[in-house]
């Protein structure tokens, strides 16, 4: 085990994945992702976050959009409609 990149605390872990400390904290309790416990301290590897991050990546369903309007059932005015951007 290589000990080249820098131990995260809740406070930057949480930063790194746009989540607020409350949510990391609440998966840590959980064990949702692996941490390190030092002492009182609750660690994060670098490369545990950027993993996770790997995980719950949704891929794109190849750059394809679904025209909305009454040829697939969508009626206009629908509220769905001002949700949904075409390019």
Do not use: Y
Not at 36 to 49: A, M, N, Q, S
Not at 55 to 80: S, Y
């Amino acid at each position: 085990m290589e000990f080249d990149r820098k131990l995260l605390d809740v406070t930057e872990a949480a930063g790194l994945c746009h989540l607020k400390v409350s949510t990391l904290r609440r998966w840590v309790g959980a064990r949702r992702l692996p941490f390190v416990k030092l002492g009182r301290r609750v660690l994060f590897r670098h490369e545990d976050i950027k993993e996770m991050i790997e995980q719950n990546l949704v891929p794109a369903l190849n750059g394809l959009a679904v025209p909305i309007g009454k040829d697939n059932g969508t009626e206009q005015g629908d509220p769905v409609d001002s949700m949904v951007q075409m390019k």
